[in-house]
């Protein structure tokens, strides 16, 4: 029984990479997390200098290109960690000013937190809308205003439970919302892009395939898709996917509203044809295409413009690397919690299992 044909195992590993804890800059548990699980699968692991899990499955077909017979090589990438939080000072009241790069302030207010290697639990806290007047009052407070308390008295009481530098994230639990075969939702934190994780190690623990696959556990894409360009130049694979969890605003809207969604919960994997870092390769978005009317799976589009993941950093690298995205729909992504659909989740291990079985240098040349 595979990953994508076992809907609780699929939410169970879902739920254990959500729940990790694993800020830019400090992904370890969730690259122990994967390393337990794939390890029993694959030929080889490795970790890069950037913190970059590089786990290699060998293929068994030469494939010919010219004159010669070579090897395919696939580098799929989801990136192990989260939006979050950097303690920058302990002020002398015990509450801890932070940095939170790629979270709206909007988002923060009252929140749960853990911060460090210990867990210490915390709540965002503001000045109180009581006491706030004129403008001040209507205002959406900036995150350079806000703190984080973790209940201590003044700077020497936090200072036993914390230090500057110290990582924080949002303190969410997973939660399967409907077990519905229809419509399986869940709700937990950081599903951009544990969801893409869980695919990519639901992919190494299948198999075998007839190229040689390298799954990428990535670091630091949420400040700036730093890992991927580092992993990408090691690798140096033919194509390359990255496999993520994306933008999903398909709630009813205003009636003078008819912009089309990103993307829509439970309309399947989502390719993306181009975004701010990236215009794909159309060799790839082709076979993704034909794949997934040969499986008879529906495919959907994100809306293009929007966004950048790894691929726009792994396509730059050395002469060229062919790419693009394929990821699971997200309601509010890039805040304490988001909901997708686990059917999508199931169907991007589907769709990206049989591309693999069918992709050679045929997709890649222009």
Not at 54 to 81: C, N, P, Y
Not at 253 to 264: C, K, L, Q
Not at 279 to 297: D, F, N, Y
């Amino acid at each position: 029984m595979t990953y994508a044909d076992d809907m609780a195992a699929l939410s169970d590993l879902l739920r254990r990479l959500s729940e990790a804890f694993g800020p830019s800059g400090n992904e370890k548990a969730v690259r122990e997390l994967v390393r337990a699980e794939v390890q029993d699968a694959v030929d080889s692991i490795q970790v890069d200098a950037m913190g970059n899990l590089i786990a290699f499955k060998a293929g068994g077909v030469a494939q010919a290109q010219g004159s010669a017979e070579r090897r395919f090589r696939v580098m799929l990438a989801a990136h192990m960690d989260e939006v979050g939080f950097m303690i920058t000072e302990i002020n002398k009241n015990g509450t801890l000013s932070f940095k939170a790069p790629s979270v709206d302030a909007r988002m923060l207010l009252a929140k749960r937190l853990v911060i460090g290697e210990n867990h210490v639990p915390g709540i965002i806290g503001a000045p109180v809308p009581h006491l706030q007047k004129g403008d001040a009052a209507g205002r959406v407070v900036d995150s350079d205003d806000l703190f984080i308390d973790i209940g201590a008295t003044d700077e020497k009481g936090a200072n036993g439970k914390v230090k500057v530098g110290d990582f924080a994230t949002f303190a969410t639990s997973y939660t399967a919302l409907s077990d519905d075969p229809a419509w399986p939702t869940a709700r937990g934190k950081a599903f951009d892009d544990r969801a893409g994780c869980a695919a990519l190690v639901a992919l190494l623990k299948g198999g075998p395939y007839p190229v040689d696959l390298y799954g990428v556990f990535t670091v630091q894409e949420e400040v700036g898709l730093r890992g991927a360009r580092i992993a990408a130049y090691r690798v140096d694979p033919h194509a390359a996917f990255a496999l993520e969890g994306t933008i999903c605003d398909d709630l009813p809207r205003p009636a003078d509203e008819d912009s089309t969604p990103v993307t829509r919960l439970g309309d399947g994997p989502a390719i993306t044809l181009m975004d701010r870092s990236l215009i794909a390769h159309p060799g790839i978005v082709r076979l993704l295409q034909e794949t997934a009317e040969a499986e008879g799976m529906r495919v959907q589009y994100k809306a293009p413009g929007l966004g950048g993941t790894d691929s726009g950093a792994i396509h730059l690298v050395r002469a060229g690397i062919p790419a693009t995205a394929v990821a699971v729909p997200c309601r509010y992504i890039h805040g304490p919690a988001a909901i997708l659909n686990l059917n999508d989740l199931s169907a991007t291990v589907r769709l990206m299992d049989a591309t693999l079985r069918r992709i050679g240098f045929e997709h890649v040349s222009r």
